[in-house]
């Protein structure tokens, strides 16, 4: 008869590999979670990544307002006349 609860391995070293197993898996979640609470903590690189994306954006051409612009007026104009 075996004294272990069901489900868990009576083999020293499956126990010991699962073991092992789940320590790495503890110290990656952990790695992470430090990593994201420095970058966090970090307003610098915040901001700085932030303005990166801004100027990552697409700007709307020139040529596209004025001529958006244009229409608009001259819509305006033959509507009033």
């Not at 069901?6 to 898996?25: C, F």
């Not at 990544?49 to 700007?59: K, L, N, Q, S, T």
């Amino acid at each position: 008869m075996n004294d272990e609860p069901a489900g868990r391995p009576s083999d020293p070293e499956v126990r010991a590999e699962r073991l092992r197993a789940d320590i790495e898996r503890t110290r990656a979640e952990l790695g992470e979670t430090v990593a994201e609470l420095a970058y966090k903590a970090d307003v610098k690189a915040r901001v700085t990544d932030r303005a990166a994306a801004v100027r990552r954006r697409p700007e709307v051409p020139l040529g596209a307002v004025l001529g958006a612009v244009v229409a608009v007026l001259t819509y305006l104009w033959w509507r009033n006349h």
